[in-house]
């Protein structure tokens, strides 16, 4: 596997080794040593699922202390534009984001770390996304933020049709109304 740095140097870029024949593919999707190995020291609890259609756009999300989640996140089918938000205050990134495309032709990965905001647009119809988290989801500390904060300023995919976003997604504050992450 390598390892790829973004421009926010805690949130990282996972590029499996696959194997690919005629009967397939193969890859090794987790590897507790050699991910900690690679500076990805979280212990994961929980893994997740997803399955959306295009256009839908979920996030942006996170979960107040004591239970932040740091997450491994990956597409098994489809892509998706998969994008991490730096809310820790006092740090020199806060409110600038990290934007991967993610599918399950290139398999990559992203780390993203405690502390960001996390969220994703599905490129295309049925599209299954994965995430592992090192802490357990506890819907009382869940938090949000405007996907489409223009402070954060991210370049979401255009679609033929608005994004489809959950009623609670809509009403997410914005970057200047959060409490950042501490």
């Not at 398999?107 to 770390?113: E, N, R």
């Not at 679609?159 to 409490?179: A, N, T, Y």
Request: proline letters at 7%; aromatic letters at 10%; hydrophobic letters at 40%.
């Amino acid at each position: 596997m390598e390892v790829l740095e973004t421009a926010i140097p805690d949130v990282k870029i996972v590029v499996p080794k696959i194997f690919r024949d005629a009967r397939g593919y193969f890859v090794e999707t987790y590897n507790a040593d050699r991910y900690k190995a690679a500076g990805i020291e979280a212990d994961f609890v929980q893994d997740n699922e997803s399955c959306s259609m295009r256009g839908v756009v979920r996030g942006l999300h996170w979960q107040a202390p004591p239970y932040t989640q740091a997450k491994l996140v990956r597409v098994i089918r489809g892509a998706v534009l998969d994008v991490a938000v730096d809310i820790r205050k006092g740090s020199p990134t806060f409110g600038k984001h990290v934007a991967v495309t993610l599918s399950g032709e290139n398999g990559h990965q992203l780390y993203v770390p405690r502390g960001f905001a996390h969220g994703f647009a599905v490129l295309e119809d049925n599209t299954v996304f994965a995430y592992k988290c090192d802490n357990l989801y506890h819907p009382e500390s869940e938090r949000g933020l405007k996907y489409d904060d223009p402070t954060v300023n991210i370049a979401w995919p255009e679609f033929e049709i608005s994004p489809i976003l959950s009623g609670k997604d809509l009403l997410h504050p914005l970057l200047e109304e959060i409490e950042p992450y501490q």
